[in-house]
């Protein structure tokens, strides 16, 4: 009788160990075949064209014009020698 117990415990202990894995795996690929998928790409351009042009219209607080200078001077520090090593080939 004990015995039965035990046994269906670790019947249904792997079926769930084994729906949840199951489950995770589909989801997993659900996402990355979402990822991949040229739906999501436009959707991905279409939200950057709109955010571009919300960025484009208006004018900028003087603690915005800080902001995007120190941004901006940072890249340019950080890619500076990869546009001379660019400038050089050319």
């Known amino acids: 009788m004990k015995t039965k ?5 670790f019947i249904v202990f792997f ?7 199951f489950t995770t795996s589909y989801i ?6 979402l990822i991949s ?3 999501f790409e436009r959707f ?7 955010f571009l ?3 484009s219209e208006g004018q900028l607080s003087e ?3 800080e902001y995007y200078s120190n941004l901006l ?7 500076k020698p990869i546009i001379k090593n660019l400038n050089k080939k050319n």
Do not use: A
């Not at 079926?15 to 894995?21: A, G, H, K, Y």
């Not at 997993?28 to 075949?33: A, D, E, G, P, W």
């Not at 351009?45 to 709109?50: H, L």
């Open 73 to 79: 001077n940072k890249i340019e520090k950080k890619y």
């Open 37 to 39: 998928s040229k739906k």
């Open 53 to 55: 042009e919300k960025l």
């Open 44 to 50: 991905i351009i279409i939200r950057i064209d709109d």
């Open 5 to 9: 117990y035990i046994i269906s415990f």
């Open 15 to 21: 079926l769930i160990l084994f729906s949840f894995n």
């Open 63 to 65: 603690e915005e014009v």
């Open 28 to 33: 997993q690929n659900k996402l990355i075949s």
